[in-house]
């Protein structure tokens, strides 16, 4: 988490738990006690929550430990290697606040009484006026960084479109905010298949999420584990290599001798990439930004590296793209995840070029029973997965199935991710030519594999601002005071009846958010705002094989 250590620590007083379990959900009141996040530095030392606030009381009553969290019987913890990332420096949303465009007085009364969003009132209670008023009385006087834009005398629905954004669902969605621009709709673009070169053309691939703020923060790089990895693993040497939570590849490769063979660049979301200079040349990079990070699990927007290479020998070009996705898991973020697959294929159209070998790489942050991995299926060839988390590092290529001569996963090397590797070869005569000899996984298992993977996700399916709906008779059990899908999906998968899973972020009846179990599969869904729906891991699982069953084997 670029130096820091995120430390979450959500506790629940189950003794207060009120739930239905009936046709209809009823509206029993809950107290829920949730507390704040608090950001170590660990270079500094410094406590601090960058543009999170945090109330002071909060602070001092959160612990450093990790510890176990039970709620209904279910463990989690807000400290944990599936839901621990990178901590990126973010301006609060600031910037949107003059874009929002609210109703009168009048239809806002009107919007106050729908479940979902909501518009706070100067009347309101509970826990998000409690954050909002800290913030203007106190928080702004003693930290006037972590509110740009804002004054103690703004206006509230300024105040609560940050402390939505930065309080880990402690505030509900405001019924007229503006939605992140990552969410307009653009169609998936026709990408191309790789041009024919004379002679052959071997790339050989890496892909590694390092678990920075681990790995180098807490145990100062473990001797060099990752790089060891790595260079234990370079015969052949690698062509490009991208890397997730990489805050300083120097510090990566050096010690182990491979930066004079490399070219490599940080990026500006702790992500790096490099290629091999004395079999490549750089034509030109750049980055781009593609997703936003869901609210209750925000540390900015998501982007990308990419660099078009030029190989020395042949003159085959090749668009290199390395990707670390949003949170929450399987959400692709604010947007979605066809959203976010859709922004991915056009940043590869736009900035690559007809004939360019693709190669796409990274921690996407989703797995099979994602949306974004199951778009993405459609036009690029799934080449190998991890099966970290349930298989969220994926490298997929325009090559097609039989260049692929070479799928591994190299193990962790001290990281909570295993580093993948794959080898395409591309011939003349053909796009593709097979092999004879295949180290590692064959890719005919993909992505069956990366199906059968994703059944071990924490979460199954994540939908923003969906709301799915069931037949009549289907049976429900309601929690009050989750605020959290991560939490509601939890309890979905503890539950071996429950199939799916609404959270809604504010019911006016209790004041607060629910989150509704569903012990049957939904109809259809409808988008609105302020909800998350999803499904539990095995029923995603059963979509997935579905749109597997649909996925491209060649261009």
Same mark, same amino acid.
């Given at each position: 988490?670029?130096?820091?250590?995120?430390?979450?620590?959500?506790?629940?007083?189950?003794?207060?738990?009120?739930?239905? !379990?009936?046709?209809?959900?009823?509206?029993?009141?809950?107290?829920?006690?949730?507390?704040?996040?608090?950001?170590?530095?660990?270079?500094?030392?410094?406590?601090?929550?960058?543009?999170?606030?945090?109330?002071?009381?909060?602070?001092?009553?959160?612990?450093?430990?990790?510890?176990?969290? /039970?709620?209904?019987?279910?463990?989690?913890?807000?400290? #944990?290697?599936?839901?621990?990332? #990178?901590?990126?420096?973010? !301006?609060?949303?600031?910037?949107?606040?003059?874009?929002?465009?609210?109703?009168?007085?009048?239809?806002?009364?009107?919007?106050?009484?729908?479940?979902?969003?909501?518009?706070?009132?100067?009347?309101?209670?509970?826990?998000?006026?409690? +954050?909002?008023?800290? %913030?203007?009385?106190?928080?702004?006087?003693?930290?006037? +960084?972590?509110?740009?834009?804002?004054? $103690?005398?703004?206006?509230?629905?300024?105040?609560?479109?940050?402390?939505?954004?930065?309080?880990?669902?402690?505030?509900?969605?405001?019924?007229?905010?503006?939605?992140?621009?990552?969410?307009?709709?653009?169609?998936?673009?026709?990408?191309?298949?790789?041009?024919?070169?004379? /002679?052959?053309?071997?790339?050989?691939?890496?892909?590694?999420?390092?678990?920075?703020?681990?790995?180098?923060?807490?145990?100062?790089?473990?001797?060099? &584990?990752?790089?060891?990895?790595?260079? &234990?693993?370079?015969?052949?040497?690698?062509?490009?290599?991208?890397?997730?939570?990489?805050?300083?590849?120097?510090?990566?490769?050096?010690?182990?001798?491979?930066?004079?063979?490399?070219?490599?660049?940080?990026?500006?979301? %702790?992500?790096?990439?490099?290629?091999?200079? @004395?079999?490549?040349?750089?034509?030109?990079?750049?980055?781009?930004?593609?997703?936003?990070?869901?609210?209750?699990?925000?540390?900015?927007?998501?982007?990308?590296?990419?660099?078009?290479?030029?190989?020395?020998?042949?003159?085959?070009?090749?668009?290199?793209?390395?990707?670390?996705?949003?949170?929450?898991?399987?959400?692709? =973020?604010?947007?979605?995840?066809?959203?976010?697959?859709?922004?991915?294929?056009?940043?590869?159209?736009?900035?690559?070029?007809?004939?360019?070998?693709?190669?796409?790489?990274? #921690?996407?942050?989703?797995? $099979?029973?994602?949306?974004?991995?199951?778009?993405?299926?459609?036009?690029?060839?799934?080449?190998?997965?991890? #099966?970290?988390?349930?298989?969220? !590092?994926?490298?997929? /290529?325009?090559?097609?199935?039989?260049?692929?001569?070479?799928?591994?996963?190299? =193990?962790?090397?001290?990281?909570?991710?295993?580093?993948?590797?794959?080898?395409?070869?591309?011939?003349?005569? &053909?796009?593709?030519?097979?092999?004879?000899?295949?180290?590692? *996984? &064959?890719?005919?298992?993909?992505? *069956?594999?990366?199906?059968?993977?994703?059944?071990?996700?924490?979460?199954?399916?994540? +939908?923003?601002?969906?709301?799915?709906?069931?037949?009549?008779?289907?049976?429900?059990?309601?929690?009050?005071?989750?605020?959290?899908?991560?939490?509601?999906?939890?309890?979905?998968?503890?539950?071996?009846?429950?199939?799916?899973?609404?959270?809604?972020?504010?019911?006016?009846?209790?004041?607060?958010?629910?989150?509704?179990?569903?012990? =049957?599969?939904?109809?259809?869904?409808?988008?609105?705002?302020?909800?998350?729906? =999803?499904?539990? @891991? *095995?029923?995603?699982?059963?979509?997935? $094989?579905?749109?597997?069953?649909?996925?491209?084997?060649?261009?």
């Amino acid at each position: 988490m670029s130096q820091r250590e995120l430390v979450e620590h959500l506790s629940i007083d189950s003794s207060s738990q009120s739930s239905s !379990d009936d046709k209809e959900e009823e509206t029993p009141a809950v107290s829920v006690r949730q507390s704040c996040c608090i950001l170590t530095s660990i270079v500094a030392g410094l406590a601090f929550c960058g543009t999170v606030m945090l109330s002071y009381a909060a602070a001092r009553d959160a612990t450093y430990e990790k510890e176990e969290q /039970t709620f209904n019987g279910v463990w989690y913890s807000r400290v #944990d290697r599936e839901t621990a990332d #990178d901590w990126y420096s973010v !301006d609060g949303g600031a910037g949107e606040i003059s874009s929002l465009n609210y109703l009168d007085n009048a239809a806002q009364s009107i919007k106050n009484l729908e479940e979902g969003c909501h518009d706070m009132l100067e009347t309101d209670l509970g826990v998000c006026m409690k +954050e909002i008023n800290w %913030a203007r009385q106190q928080g702004i006087f003693e930290h006037p +960084e972590w509110y740009p834009g804002l004054a $103690a005398s703004s206006k509230l629905k300024d105040w609560q479109h940050l402390v939505y954004k930065t309080s880990r669902g402690k505030c509900p969605k405001p019924c007229n905010l503006v939605p992140s621009p990552f969410c307009a709709e653009s169609p998936p673009p026709k990408l191309w298949k790789p041009s024919v070169p004379s /002679t052959r053309v071997t790339v050989k691939i890496l892909s590694y999420n390092l678990f920075w703020w681990n790995l180098f923060g807490l145990n100062k790089g473990r001797h060099g &584990s990752a790089g060891k990895l790595i260079a &234990s693993t370079m015969e052949p040497a690698y062509d490009v290599m991208g890397f997730q939570e990489c805050e300083n590849f120097t510090m990566l490769l050096e010690p182990v001798g491979l930066l004079a063979d490399y070219e490599v660049f940080g990026g500006t979301h %702790a992500i790096c990439m490099g290629y091999r200079k @004395a079999a490549w040349s750089l034509l030109e990079r750049g980055e781009g930004d593609v997703s936003e990070d869901q609210p209750t699990e925000y540390y900015g927007s998501r982007g990308t590296q990419w660099m078009r290479l030029q190989h020395k020998v042949t003159r085959e070009t090749l668009m290199f793209v390395n990707h670390h996705g949003p949170l929450s898991v399987n959400s692709g =973020g604010q947007c979605g995840g066809v959203s976010t697959a859709h922004n991915l294929l056009n940043l590869i159209a736009n900035r690559g070029k007809r004939g360019d070998i693709i190669v796409l790489v990274g #921690d996407f942050n989703a797995n $099979a029973a994602s949306l974004t991995i199951q778009e993405l299926w459609k036009h690029l060839v799934l080449v190998y997965n991890g #099966d970290s988390f349930g298989g969220v !590092d994926n490298i997929f /290529t325009n090559t097609g199935k039989s260049s692929v001569s070479s799928a591994l996963s190299l =193990g962790s090397g001290g990281s909570d991710h295993k580093a993948i590797s794959a080898t395409v070869d591309i011939g003349p005569g &053909s796009i593709a030519t097979t092999k004879a000899s295949f180290r590692g *996984a &064959s890719p005919r298992v993909e992505p *069956a594999k990366a199906v059968h993977d994703s059944i071990h996700s924490q979460c199954g399916l994540l +939908e923003s601002d969906h709301e799915y709906l069931f037949g009549s008779h289907t049976r429900s059990k309601t929690v009050d005071g989750i605020t959290d899908p991560r939490v509601c999906c939890s309890l979905c998968a503890k539950d071996q009846s429950c199939k799916a899973w609404v959270l809604t972020e504010w019911v006016p009846s209790i004041s607060g958010p629910r989150c509704s179990l569903k012990y =049957g599969v939904p109809r259809s869904k409808v988008r609105k705002a302020g909800l998350t729906s =999803g499904l539990a @891991a *095995a029923e995603a699982a059963k979509l997935a $094989a579905h749109a597997a069953s649909e996925a491209i084997e060649e261009m």
